[in-house]
């Protein structure tokens, strides 16, 4: 079955950068798109970034524009969100989704992502 696994959440000072990984095992990485939302405390799972599975098309959040930037490695079955400028309203834990159908495009949908991974902490204190 599909399994993914994030890993680099942690705890950094408002301003700082963190990397987010997701790896994927189960079926061909490489011919799905994947996303990535967050979830804060109280609050709904929301969008934060998608790309495609061609590697060619890529979605963000507005809140996030212009400081995530997400990327993947096929060769390596792992998706990556790079976070600069972290705010302290980024503050969530993050999970990585891949989309149910093969060849799909980018999604802000959740619900048209099949598989969840069980979420890394990132903490941004002020």
């Known amino acids: 079955q599909v399994q993914l696994v994030e890993s680099g959440g942690g705890l950094v000072q408002a301003g700082g950068s963190l990397r987010l990984s997701c790896a994927s095992s189960?079926?061909?990485?490489?011919?799905?798109?994947m996303g990535w939302f967050r979830q804060a405390p109280g609050k709904e799972r929301d969008f934060v970034a998608s790309m495609s599975w061609r590697v060619l098309n890529n979605a963000y959040a507005d809140s996030v524009k212009g400081r995530f930037t997400i990327t993947r490695d096929n060769a390596k079955n792992t998706v990556y969100l790079q976070m600069n400028s972290l705010k302290p309203e980024d503050t969530a834990v993050y999970y990585c989704?891949?989309?149910?159908?093969?060849?799909?495009?980018?999604?802000?949908?959740?619900?048209?992502?099949?598989?969840w991974g069980q979420g890394t902490q990132v903490t941004v204190s002020s």
């Open positions: 989704a891949q989309r149910e159908a093969m060849y799909s495009g980018v999604s802000p949908d959740a619900a048209s992502y099949a598989y």
């Open positions: 189960g079926r061909p990485f490489g011919r799905y798109a």
